[in-house]
T-cell receptor, first 112, second 113 residues
Framework: EAGVVQSPRYKIIEKKQPVAFWCNPI?????LYWYRQNLGQGPELLIR????????DSQLPKDRFSAERLKGVDSTLKIQPAELGDSAVYLC??????????FGPGTRLTVL | DQQVKQNSPSLSVQEGRISILNCDYT??????FLWYKKYPAEGPTFLIS?????DKNEDGRFTVFLNKSAKHLSLHIVPSQPGDSAVYFC????????????FGTGTRLTVIP
């Protein structure tokens, strides 16, 4: 069974530039999560989707971050414009049952 | 406000000995707890979990203990192996339907051969 796929794995951009991350969850997993992990910290939830509906986006900085999950399968997380403090690893996870989430390898973003 | 805390950023253990990783939480609504293991350049992988109705759950070399009154859980690895060297994250959720996980800051375990 293929795991959660994320791309790109690494991204370096200059501040004020836009950036987008893509995630393809495990087949059949209706719930999809985006997390941000800062250096030395644990992952923090940004947004959670149930199928194509964003059911919890309370931690998503909506002034510059946006996300979509068209057709309830893969998802895109966008930052526009990026700031220096956005440098982090962005993790996507998916789940079928409650609580057990499967994580992708993440995208390491560096904003210069 | 960190609701899940792992106060030891690192731990070194000799191969074959026991590794004990600790985790504390503050939110009394948490009733499901998980441990994730993370290797460099990979995402966290699920290791073991425990529901608040239990005080112990065992899976091979891994055992998680939960002390609800102290809001404390621990992960025991016996015997420790060099391949166990990784960062371990404690996570918690409340089963009110949110399914959201709150993670600790992680403990880096090094098992010395």
């Amino acid at each position: 069974e293929a795991g959660v796929v994320q791309s790109p794995r690494y991204k370096i951009i200059e501040k004020k530039q836009p950036v987008a991350f893509w995630c393809n969850p495990i087949s059949g997993h209706n719930t999809l999560y985006w997390y941000r992990q800062n250096l030395g910290q644990g992952p923090e939830l940004l947004i959670r989707y149930e199928n194509e509906e964003a059911v919890d986006d309370s931690q998503l900085p909506k002034d510059r971050f946006s996300a979509e999950r068209l057709k309830g399968v893969d998802s895109t997380l966008k930052i526009q414009p990026a700031e220096l403090g956005d440098s982090a690893v962005y993790l996507c996870a998916s789940s079928l049952t409650e609580n057990e989430q499967f994580f992708g390898p993440g995208t390491r973003l560096t904003v210069l | 406000d960190q609701q899940v805390k792992q106060n030891s950023p690192s731990l070194s253990v000799q191969e074959g000995r026991i590794s004990i990783l600790n985790c504390d939480y503050t939110n009394s609504m948490f009733d499901y707890f998980l441990w994730y293991k993370k290797y460099p350049a990979e995402g966290p992988t699920f290791l073991i979990s425990i529901s608040s109705i239990k005080d112990k759950n065992e899976d091979g070399r891994f055992t998680v203990f939960l002390n609800k009154s102290a809001k404390h859980l621990s992960l025991h690895i016996v015997p420790s192996q060099p391949g166990d060297s990784a960062v371990y994250f404690c996570a918690a959720s409340d089963q009110t339907g949110a399914n959201n996980l709150f993670f600790g800051t992680g403990t880096r375990l090094t098992v010395i051969p």
